[in-house]
């Protein structure tokens, strides 16, 4: 996620940060799973590296043609879970690093036609690769039940079933403003309010749309895979959902407790670890936030892979 003065060029969050815990040596070959506006590329790119960046949304593919070709950078369309085969397509087996920066950008917010945003009307769609499942097609379709067990278990939104029923009843939804307004309808809303309650529904939304939560959790354990010994892995999250899993994974991949997943594997009883522990969580600066205020719920975790092989085959095979 990131943000700057104007829509074609982005600061990264927590930059520095992440740079310092990627710790590139020039030649390395690095991984930028989430491309977006080419910030953290571009900056890995000057400190050196061989840079591969991958992004699912045709947007960020088409527009970032100018920077790859200026930095050297090799720009894939894609998920990022799937980055080991399709590197293996160019001939890499593995990396010194793995950059994520999790969630939706700031390119896509901001473009009200994208449809990830209530501050101004768009049609309701919200998907990062435009195509499949839009934000309307899942509002419009499904049942009351899994419409609020969503906005329950990715909104975190307490009142899911009272919002649930408020959007099958003014079915149909084709914009994001009507969705907005059904939702401060149901929940109530003074324009004083420090957080819109359509917050909560919208993150939800997209999230389920987008399967982000499994692209995560399967973007890990492919990092995990394609890492070399002693390689870097670097992860940006912005809400408790992302950090959690994130949290996780590298607790039980570094041998501690970790609670299990539907998507991640067991690690087998004995394995040994395949990261050291995990460095101390970063979180922006009060200067930083001054400069760009979405950063406030970013999270840094980083932590550098053993030689352990892995638990299980991480590579999945694309839909």
Known sequence: MTAAANPDRHIPVLLDEVLDALAINPGELHVDGTFGAGGYSGAMADKG????????????????????????????????????????????????????????SSMQLDR???????????????????????????????????????????GEEPRSRRVARAIVEARPLERTSQLASVVRRALGHKPHDKKDPATRTF??????????????????????????EGGRLAIVTFHSLEDRIVKQFLRKRSGGE??????????RAGAEPTFHKPAKAVRPSEAELAR??????????????????VSSPARSVRP
Do not use: C, W
């Open 49 to 104: 590296a061989k840079v591969f960046a991958f992004d699912r949304d045709p947007d960020a593919v088409h527009e970032g043609q100018a920077l790859a070709a200026e930095k050297g950078i090799t720009l894939i369309a894609g998920e990022f879970s799937h980055m080991g085969e399709l590197l293996d397509e160019l001939g890499v087996s593995s990396v010194s690093g793995v950059t994520l920066d999790i969630g939706v």
């Open 112 to 154: 009200p036609e994208r449809g990830f945003s209530f501050q101004s009307d768009g049609p309701l769609t919200m998907t990062m690769s435009q195509s499949g499942m839009s934000a309307a097609d899942f509002l419009n379709n499904a049942p009351e039940q899994e419409i609020a067990d969503v906005l329950y278990r990715y």
């Open 203 to 228: 993150q939800a939304v997209r999230i389920h749309v987008n399967r982000e939560l499994e692209e995560l959790e399967r973007g890990l354990e492919a990092a995990e895979a394609i890492l070399e």
């Open 258 to 267: 970790g609670a299990g997943s539907r998507h991640l594997p067991e690690r």
């Open 292 to 309: 760009n205020p979405r950063a406030r719920s970013a999270t840094l975790r980083s932590a550098v892979r053993t030689g352990a092989p």
